[in-house]
């Protein structure tokens, strides 16, 4: 955590700590900021911020909301003073004709306040925050609210912002919780938002369980599930229209949990010609796991559809997967 590192995003920055660090410490003053100004912002998807903006397009910020939720630019004097040290201290800001703008989002989950990328999320180590994680943490929080025992080990796979891991710290304050990414980007995010929601959790930069030693009592992952041309880490889930990672993280998560512990999958599948690859395909895990399988919203990102990709795809939608592990 103390070596010299880069900005969170590429291009000229007004202010550069010395250490990861200092950064993470200045976001988590940020949070608490805007926390204390009563700060909101509902971040939508991709493509509805792109519409937002379109009808904005010459448009300044005129609020806290505008600056750090849909990324306007903004003039020396929109901000507190202190925000704006904040965001300087955190290497957030960058300079740009019209003034400022964020090189980070801050976004309302409930009463807590999470740290992201800025819009465009185009950077292959972009921190991803929008309706997935919406939903996500009510899929979270009525399967894991559930979850018996004062000493759970709960990990929570590709944390990115870290939802997952604030909300099992915070439906179960004496578990161990544990927080892994491939992104160390997200890792700085999410240690902050963590911070900032007082939640104890411990991070681990490496692909799925890999450096999480020891039985688990539930595993939680909410990972890509897209066929991203560029192959961004957030959004690219690999063959089968995306499907493949999240069938491989499952795999090798229930081989990890203890006997009626559980893996909690939320994802997005691709329905082709009527068929869902992954129901099946998680189906196969029938004798070692008791499955719950449903659709909780039967399509999204339906301009995906007008990609080469997903010329056979009837359309996308977001699943939430339970698995338990047998006792026998």
């Not at 004709?97 to 800025?118: D, Q």
Request: contains cysteine; hydrophobic residues 40%.
């Amino acid at each position: 955590m103390d070596q010299p590192v880069g900005a969170w995003n590429s291009g000229p920055t007004a202010h550069a700590p010395e250490t990861r660090e200092e950064r993470i410490a200045a976001l988590v003053q940020l949070l608490e900021q805007l926390r204390e100004s009563g700060y909101r912002h509902v971040t939508p998807s991709p493509a509805t911020h792109a519409r937002v903006l379109r009808h904005r397009a010459s448009a300044m910020a005129a609020s806290i909301e505008d600056a750090l939720g849909w990324n306007l630019p903004f003039d020396d004097d929109l901000l507190p003073a202190r925000m704006f040290g904040s965001l300087l201290d955190a290497a957030a800001l960058k300079s740009c004709a019209e003034g400022w703008r964020s090189r980070i989002r801050i976004s309302s989950l409930g009463s807590r306040l999470f740290v992201h990328s800025a819009y465009p999320t185009d950077d292959q180590d972009a921190v991803f925050f929008g309706p997935d994680s919406y939903r996500f943490a009510r899929f979270v929080t009525d399967h894991l609210g559930a979850a018996e025992g004062r000493d759970l080990r709960i990990a929570d796979i590709g944390t990115g912002a870290g939802v997952g891991a604030v909300l099992a710290a915070g439906l179960h304050p004496e578990a161990t919780v544990l927080a892994t990414d491939i992104n160390q980007r997200a890792l700085d995010f999410a240690a902050a938002n963590a911070r900032a929601a007082g939640a104890a959790i411990s991070f681990r930069r490496c692909k799925g369980l890999k450096e999480i030693e020891g039985a688990l009592d539930v595993v939680m992952m909410n990972p890509p599930y897209m066929d991203d041309g560029p192959g961004r880490a957030y959004r690219d889930g690999g063959s089968h229209h995306g499907g493949q990672l999240s069938l491989d993280l499952a795999r090798a998560a229930i081989s990890r949990v203890v006997p009626g512990g559980t893996v909690l999958l939320y994802t997005g599948s691709a329905i082709v010609r009527g068929r869902d690859w992954l129901r099946d395909a998680l189906c196969e895990l029938a004798p070692v796991a008791d499955i719950s399988y449903q659709e909780i919203d039967p399509d999204v990102f339906g301009e995906e559809l007008d990609k080469p990709a997903y010329a056979d795809v009837d359309r996308i939608a977001v699943i939430g997967a339970v698995l338990k592990r047998r006792c026998d």
